[in-house]
């Protein structure tokens, strides 16, 4: 469709964002997250602290959690800045954070002999299922929840190994079994907001095509596929608005087919109509990205040129005008043609958009009155005051 390529050309139709820019945005939210996930650390790390003060564990047990604390985070965080984290399936490695964040926790209940205090720190270790919660799939979730489960395990297994004194059995296995369970009801409600998520995803990705469907019968003409007159005149605005910040130039062409009621009256509107379409679609064919095109009105049509004084618009136009005649309708007649007449003007800044079209339009009526089938150049028409 003619309208499509043009609605995605153009600095006045909205370009598309940058990758890299988008790709910058994405690692610094990955920066902040990790950020977020180093504080969660420290606050565990005052609870160490706290241990150490109570005499619950040895002063080295304090700095190899920081040591750790700082190594995982380190890591993650030289990972996102290097950007070696995009060469992963998931960039955002929250799996692996989560995973390897049980670690140090782990490791301090290594140490305690209370079962009590080692059911604060499986508490702590919890939380980091909660950052997944919006992040990860059901799949991903049931994966990190085994994780959990298997570390703790092998700490249990570690201590009915080598420090079986500290281990109260009805209390081990209540812990064990509440742990599971919580285990297995943040990965059932992690999983079911897995699906809402997937779900809210399509609906905005449904409204957004319905959004682009809606901005294209808002701008586009729907018999031709070209850009409507309210589409062509914000272009222009747009255009002037440029003119008056930055220099440059641009130019209008507008163009219209020669003899059409007679082809309307003499071979009937639909043979009307598939010459509209053809002519539209030659036109958009062979337009730069930055120019823009579209039904004026009625068998009238209009090329805004940006960056692109009067001359250049006229080789533009006539190279149009060539490229409209050459068109064939074996529909119609072998022998039947089209052509156009083409009125250029270039948008000056002592003037509105107004008036430069309708120094077009007048061009454009010094062409039919030529003959038709050519090309004419409005005339800089001086204000009355300096005729005084």
């Known amino acids: ?6 609605e995605k050309t153009g600095e006045q139709a909205g370009k598309p964002e940058n990758p890299e820019h988008e790709s ?3 690692q610094g939210l990955r920066k902040r997250r990790l950020a977020m996930s180093f504080a969660s650390y420290m606050v565990t790390f005052s609870i160490v602290i706290y241990c150490w003060l109570q005499n619950m564990i040895p002063f ?10 700082l190594l995982i985070n380190g890591t993650f965080w030289y990972l996102i800045h290097t950007g070696r984290n995009l060469r992963f399936r998931d960039p955002s490695m929250t799996s692996a954070q989560m995973i390897v964040s049980l670690i140090p926790a782990l490791w301090v209940m290594a140490f305690l002999e209370a079962g009590q205090a080692r059911a604060i720190f499986l508490l702590i270790a919890i939380v980091p299922m909660l950052f997944g919660i919006l992040a990860l799939s059901k799949r991903q979730f049931l994966f990190v929840g085994l994780w959990f489960c298997g ?5 249990i297994l570690g201590l009915w190994a080598y420090r079986p004194t500290v281990l109260d059995g009805e209390l081990e296995i209540l812990q064990a079994v509440a742990f599971l369970l919580v285990m297995a009801e943040i990965t059932f409600i992690g999983g079911f907001i897995s699906g809402l998520r997937g779900k809210l995803r399509q609906r905005n990705r449904e409204l957004g095509e319905a959004m682009e469907q809606i901005r294209e019968l808002v701008n586009v003409d729907s018999l031709t596929g070209v ?17 008056s910040r930055s220099p440059g130039s641009f130019s209008i062409c507008l163009m219209d087919i020669d003899h059409f009621k007679l082809v309307n009256d003499t071979h009937g509107h639909q043979a009307g109509d598939a010459i509209l379409k053809a002519v539209a679609s030659c036109v958009a064919g062979d337009l730069r990205t930055i120019d823009c095109f579209g039904r004026y009105g009625g068998e009238e049509f209009l090329m805004v040129l940006p960056q692109t004084p009067l001359e250049g618009a006229k080789i533009k136009a006539e190279r149009v005008r060539e490229k409209v005649a050459s068109l ?15 009125g250029v003007a270039e948008y000056h800044n002592d003037e509105s958009t107004d008036d430069t079209l309708q120094r077009a339009d007048k061009a454009l009526y010094r062409a039919k009155d030529a003959g038709r089938d050519r090309v004419e150049l409005a005339q800089q028409e001086v204000p009355a005051e300096q005729l005084q």
């Open 328 to 342: 064939k309708f074996p529909d119609i007649g072998d022998n039947f043609r089209v052509t156009v007449s083409i």
């Open 151 to 155: 570390l703790y395990a092998l700490l």
């Open 60 to 69: 080295r047990v304090v700095t190899e959690f920081l040591a750790a604390s």
């Open 227 to 243: 850009y409507n007159r309210r589409r062509l005149f914000e272009v222009i605005r747009e255009e002037s608005s440029r003119y």
């Open 1 to 6: 469709m003619t309208a499509l390529k043009i």
């Open 24 to 26: 910058l945005r994405d």
